[in-house]
DNA sequence: TCAAAAGATACATCAATAATGCACTTTATA
DNA sequence: TATAAAGTGCATTATTGATGTATCTTTTGA
């Protein structure tokens, strides 16, 4: 019972973005590359997560030299249930079938569990990417110092 | 994001032993067999969370010829929050070390996330087996069938 | 017009862990 | 004392998430 590491991706993406991209450089793309050395991911699984993020149209991606990405949207306007339901994919938390179980049709164990579902997915309802980045100076700080260290080790 | 089997596994058995535990046969014991037969489940998957329930004190075991397990508290008394959590394994739902997150420090992401763990947790602790045990007469008849077909193809 | 830099796409492989199986032990009781 | 039950530890399999490789396409600037 976790979130993939996948769905966090897709968030710690969007915290960069919403960070990076600040009112004094609103146009301010990011890279694959980029998001790579700062969180020290795999760049393939990366690449995933950011054609999924543009796929939802959260972020628009460029191809080519001095490509990259943006945050498409304001980050009040990026809910958190959103990003999370559809990164995550969102299943059934028991699966009744596959396979079948007999209770099925008196059991009530599901709609429990299927309800207590939804008020995780409210609860996030009312957090959005701006949320997220409600410590934005220290997470500017924080990226600008991660992404600093391994171009001194390229050098080594 | 799903519940595991095993969790599930649990709460069939403890439906079980509601159902078949009635006002007529209070201590009527089932046993891992009966419960394989009824749900067509491994008899060692079985066996090691009958064992776990035990260790809970949800179930009292015994060994032996004419062993088995019955409840050991009211099905009222019986929280399905408790259940899950010890049964599932209560660990975050994000993990922010192993790797560690560069983010961490200035995330908020955890948190929220958290606190909609724990609306889930509280949500199920509104229930009890007494709950599942909604529609006791459907499965004590479903219960009394699945068990009866596996009989008739051991003959065969 | 071509080379380089970026994301897009498809497929392959590895790793983690849940699920299951097997063998054997212990205990109760008829 | 044989038998029927749960207890225990270890091995194996299956699932799927995580990661890697290769190649393609798009964009742009020299
Ligand atoms: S016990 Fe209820 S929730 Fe669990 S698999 Fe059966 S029908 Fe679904
Ligand atoms: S982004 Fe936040 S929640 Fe995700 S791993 Fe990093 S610190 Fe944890």
Redesign the interface.
């Known amino acids: 019972?976790?979130?993939?590491k996948y769905t966090?991706y897709g968030?710690?993406i969007l915290?960069y973005l919403g960070s990076v991209q600040n009112s004094e450089l609103p146009d301010k793309r990011a890279t694959i590359k980029e998001i790579c050395e700062?969180?020290?991911l795999s760049a393939n699984h990366v690449n995933k997560v950011v054609h999924h993020l543009g796929r939802l149209k959260l972020i628009e991606t460029r191809r080519g030299k001095h490509g990259g990405f943006l945050l498409a949207k304001a980050p009040d306007e990026i809910r958190?249930d959103y990003v999370i339901r559809e990164l995550?994919?969102d299943?059934?938390?028991?699966?009744c079938h596959n396979?079948y179980?007999?209770?099925l049709?008196?059991?009530?164990?599901n709609s429990?569990?299927g309800?207590?579902?939804e008020?995780?997915?409210e609860?996030?309802s009312r957090?959005t990417l701006k949320?997220?980045l409600?410590?934005s100076a220290?997470?500017q700080q924080?990226?600008l110092t991660?992404g600093q260290s391994p171009a001194l080790n390229r050098s080594a």
């Open positions: 019972m976790q979130l993939k966090d968030l710690r915290m700062t969180f020290k958190l995550e994919g299943e059934a938390w028991i699966d396979p179980c007999v209770a049709p008196a059991c009530e164990l429990i569990v309800r207590g579902k008020l995780f997915y609860h996030l957090y949320d997220l409600k410590n220290q997470l924080i990226f991660a």
